[in-house]
Each structure stands twice: as structure tokens, then as C-alpha cells.
């Protein structure tokens, strides 16, 4: 689907739920700009930018990063989106975060990935990255084409450090914490949508047929039908 008005929705969910998978087909699916805060706290990392090299040891812990830093680095990014349709995966993941973002731009909607914590743990251990672009791979679900490269460029993949079982239950501890509460925050504004499973494949489909209608509605409320 074409998007003729300017649309923007914000993906949540905790540490492995699938925001970065959901993401990639709603970019190919419905043409938004995706804007993942981890991959671009990644790339400042991979470059050896100083803010790279000072959040990699909050990042590495399972911590988040400070809220200044972060909405700075994100408010920046989609002010030179400027009339572009965006989906934020990864941000904001606090109220002031939150509230940040509410004083510069309004979300049309947010998708929430409710998926168990269980379900969360096996699945990291066996997740690949191709860090320049974020493309997720996993050794069950969706394997690249050769193992250890990455389908389009024939990079090589590799594992996040923060992958690791100890981090990953400080990253669910944080979530449970600092974002969880950001979920109340937009069901009270009533823009929250949560979408509840084990499997990405089975939650989608209910993913495309609600930002369907929701971007059908955008429009005509916008008069532009
Ligand atoms: P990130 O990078 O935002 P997280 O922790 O929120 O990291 P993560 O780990 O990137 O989220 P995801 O994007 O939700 O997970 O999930 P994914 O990558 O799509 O899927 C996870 C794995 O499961 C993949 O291997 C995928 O192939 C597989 N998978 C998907 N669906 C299925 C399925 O149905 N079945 C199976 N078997 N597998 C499946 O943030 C990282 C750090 O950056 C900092 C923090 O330190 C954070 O910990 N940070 C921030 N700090 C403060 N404020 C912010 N706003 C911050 N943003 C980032
Ligand atoms: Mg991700």
C-alpha cells in the first residue's frame, strides 16, 4: 500500500519480541521509514563515535542509556524526516522518553508485541545481525541463505553482546521497570494496539489488517480519502 499522508506509528515490545522482524515487513508492506534506536546506537558503537564508546558499556550491562542522550540522537533523525511517514522501533522506552518525543510530534498509533519472556530467552541465543543494515537472522526462524553471511551483501553476520542469558535478564528487568509504564501512557492517550503471541508469523497478520484500516481511516479523517 502507497501512504499519501503522512503516517506515524511507534513499535514496542520487550527485548526480542520481534519489534526489528515486524518492522522490516511493515517498511516493505506499507513504504514507512524505519528508525531503530538500538541499530543506531550500534552503528555510533561501530564507527567509534565518543557517544558510541560511552554507551556501550550501559548498552553491554543491559542497561538503557541516558534519556537525554537517546532523545537528542532520535528527535534529531526525525526532524530531517521532516513530511516523512515513520515507524520508531526501540524508542521511546520511558515516560520522559515519551514525553519527549509527544512535544515535538504527534504518533498516530502504536503497535505493542506482547509476546512471554520465555519465549523471548530462546530466542536470542540463536539471533544473528548484520549490523550496517539491522537485518535480523535466526538460526531457526528465518536462517540466512548461507549460514554466517548476510543475504544481500554476502557480509558476515555476527551476535550482539548483549545477547548473552545473564544480559538479556537485565535488558527484561529494564523493560519490565522503565517501559512497561510507557504502555499505560499511550493506552491512556488511546493509541495503543497490542497484539499477543509466541510467533511473529501468526501475530502479522494481524499487524497488516490493523495498520490497513488505521491508515485508511488517517486519510480520510485528513480528508484525503
Ligand atoms: P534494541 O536494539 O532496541 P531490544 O532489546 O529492544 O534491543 P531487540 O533485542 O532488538 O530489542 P526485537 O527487535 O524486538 O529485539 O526482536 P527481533 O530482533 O526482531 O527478533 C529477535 C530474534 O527472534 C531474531 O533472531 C528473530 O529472527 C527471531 N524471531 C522473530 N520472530 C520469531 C518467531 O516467531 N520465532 C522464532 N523462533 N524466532 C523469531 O536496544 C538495545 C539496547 O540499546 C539501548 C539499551 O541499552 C538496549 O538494551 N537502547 C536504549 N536505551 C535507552 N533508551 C532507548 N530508547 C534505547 N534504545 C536502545
Ligand atoms: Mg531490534
Redesign the pocket.
Known amino acids: 500500500m502507497a501512504l499519501r499522508k503522512i503516517f506515524r506509528a511507534v513499535i514496542m515490545?520487550?527485548?526480542?519480541?520481534?519489534?526489528?522482524?515486524?518492522?522490516s515487513r511493515i517498511r516493505e508492506s506499507f513504504g514507512l521509514q524505519h528508525l531503530?534506536?538500538?541499530?543506531m546506537?550500534?552503528a555510533n558503537i561501530e564507527a567509534k563515535s565518543e557517544l558510541g564508546l560511552l554507551?556501550k558499556s550501559?548498552?553491554d550491562q543491559?542497561?538503557?542509556?541516558?534519556?537525554d542522550v537517546?532523545s537528542r540522537l532520535?528527535l534529531a533523525s526525525l526532524r530531517e524526516m521532516d513530511h516523512s511517514s515513520w515507524l520508531l522501533?526501540?524508542?521511546?522506552?520511558?515516560v520522559s522518553?515519551a514525553e519527549s518525543l509527544d512535544s515535538e510530534f504527534t504518533v498516530d498509533t502504536v503497535v505493542n508485541?506482547d509476546v512471554p519472556f520465555q519465549t523471548?530467552k530462546?530466542?536470542?541465543t540463536?539471533?544473528?545481525?548484520h549490523l550496517p543494515s539491522g537485518r535480523?537472522?535466526?538460526i531457526?526462524?528465518?536462517p540466512p541463505k548461507i549460514p554466517g553471511l548476510d543475504d544481500i551483501t554476502g557480509e558476515p553476520l555476527t551476535q550482539?553482546d548483549?545477547?548473552m542469558p545473564e544480559t538479556v535478564t537485565r535488558?527484561l528487568k529494564?523493560?519490565e521497570n522503565q517501559t512497561e509504564p510507557v504502555l499505560e501512557y499511550y493506552r491512556s492517550k488511546g493509541v495503543l494496539a497490542t497484539f499477543t503471541g509466541?510467533?511473529?508469523?501468526k501475530i502479522w497478520p494481524h499487524v497488516h489488517t490493523f495498520l490497513s484500516k488505521k491508515m485508511t481511516q488517517s486519510r480520510k479523517i485528513r480528508g484525503h480519502v
Open positions: 515490545g520487550p527485548p526480542g519480541s520481534g519489534k526489528g522482524t515486524v518492522s531503530s534506536s538500538g541499530d546506537l550500534r554507551m550501559c548498552i543491559g542497561q538503557l542509556v541516558p534519556d537517546i532520535i522501533d526501540g524508542f521511546p522506552r520511558t522518553q508485541l523471548i530462546e530466542r536470542l540463536s539471533r544473528w545481525v535480523v537472522y535466526n531457526d526462524f528465518n550482539r548483549d545477547d535488558r529494564a523493560y509466541t510467533e511473529t508469523n
